[in-house]
T-cell receptor
Framework: DSGVTQTPKHLITATGQRVTLRCSPR?????VYWYQQSLDQGLQFLIQ???????AKGNILERFSAQQFPDLHSELNLSSLELGDSALYFC?????????????FGPGTRLLVL | QKEVEQDPGPLSVPEGAIVSLNCTYS??????FMWYRQYSRKGPELLMY????GNKEDGRFTAQVDKSSKYISLFIRDSQPSDSATYLC?????????????FGKGTLLTVNP
């Protein structure tokens, strides 16, 4: 158990809908990362937050947004969902967010868009 | 050309075999190299971490980085059925404002008892 929690574990929804994925980092970690994992693209970095502020952006679509709250939990919002958004979404956390730091991954949220 | 290439396998070996997993990359700015292990239906967990070139050993696992060839390897000695998982290589550059980890697609390993 990495100490990172994600809810829900599974999510089934329809195209065009909007969903919110939630992540609680390990105690003491200030940085949160979101990743998308699919069979064809592998694990792709979406976005990083550090202590409430956006730190880095990866291959995140404009339909997706995220935020980190004062209690350091983070939410990833996915809107206007398409079939291709079906994937595993992972949250990871690290202490400070530096490039040399270990990231600890949560168990993931499996999203299925029908 | 993708930044990180990894043979997806699958790789199937008998228990006790030496396993070699590899990744190649194209971005010469990568300085930090990691191997993650991901069991089915779980999140990735960090196995090994190496900075720049060289070898690092941890128990049955050895990570090698050859920056001149842009090639990294993970060796597993005396492989066990519990090593059956997907192994992902990951890399990052030396910082800057756009930090991110870039992953290979992963190699699925099965160790047969």
């Amino acid at each position: 158990d990495s100490g990172v929690t994600q809810t829900p574990k599974h999510l089934i929804t329809a195209t065009g809908q909007r969903v919110t994925l939630r992540c609680s980092p390990r105690s003491g970690d200030l940085s949160v990362y979101w990743y998308q994992q699919s069979l064809d693209q592998g694990l792709q970095f979406l976005i990083q937050y550090y202590n409430g502020e956006e730190r880095a952006k990866g291959n995140i679509l404009e339909r997706f947004s995220a935020q980190q709250f004062p209690d350091l939990h983070s939410e990833l919002n996915l809107s206007s969902l398409e079939l291709g958004d079906s994937a595993l979404y992972f949250c990871a956390s690290s202490v400070g967010g530096g490039y040399q730091e270990t990231q600890y991954f949560g168990p993931g949220t499996r999203l299925l868009v029908l | 050309q993708k930044e990180v290439e990894q043979d997806p396998g699958p790789l199937s070996v008998p228990e006790g075999a030496i396993v070699s997993l590899n990744c190649t990359y194209s971005n010469s700015a990568f300085q930090y190299f990691m191997w993650y292990r991901q069991y089915s239906r779980k999140g990735p967990e960090l196995l090994m971490y190496t900075y720049s070139s060289g070898n690092k050993e941890d128990g049955r696992f050895t990570a090698q980085v050859d920056k001149s060839s842009k090639y990294i390897s993970l060796f597993i000695r005396d492989s066990q059925p519990s090593d059956s998982a997907t192994y992902l290589c990951a890399m990052s550059d030396s910082g800057g404002s756009n930090y991110k980890l870039t992953f290979g697609k992963g190699t699925l390993l099965t160790v047969n008892p």
